[in-house]
Nanobody, 118 residues
Framework: QVRLVESGGGLVQPGGSLRLSCAAS????????MRWYRQAPGKERDLVALISSDGSTNYLGSVKGRFTISRDNAKNTVYLQMNSLKPEDTAVYYC????????????WGQGTQVTVSS
């Protein structure tokens, strides 16, 4: 049973910081790329950051230089450090893993709300 559980969201002022965590279970965590997505009301769900099994990363252009994705394989956890937050970062943030075998499946956490407002 694959399970992803996000935490760390909340209310923060513009310019502030938050660190999101995603704890994974039911998969061989270290061999999978992990992703953070976000979705604002009325908007599509967008890929925010990706970290591969070898530690390479990729980011949505609008968060590059402000957000950092990292992973701790010993803890089966992926993190998203968010600095210099802007109101447009307000969204529900979701952790995701794509498992290819035996069939291709996407697994999602329940999401954690991030609100950036003064």
């Amino acid at each position: 049973q694959v399970r992803l559980v996000e935490s760390g969201g909340g209310l923060v002022q513009p310019g502030g910081s938050l660190r999101l965590s995603c704890a994974a279970s039911g998969i061989a965590f270290s061999i999978y790329a992990m992703r953070w997505y976000r979705q604002a009301p009325g908007k599509e769900r967008d890929l925010v950051a990706l970290i591969s099994s070898d530690g390479s990363t990729n980011y949505l252009g609008s968060v590059k230089g402000r957000f950092t994705i990292s992973r701790d394989n010993a803890k089966n956890t992926v993190y998203l450090q968010m600095n210099s937050l802007k109101p447009e970062d307000t969204a529900v943030y979701y952790c995701n893993v794509n498992v290819l075998l035996p069939v291709t499946r996407n697994y999602w956490g329940q999401g954690t709300q991030v609100t950036v407002s003064s």
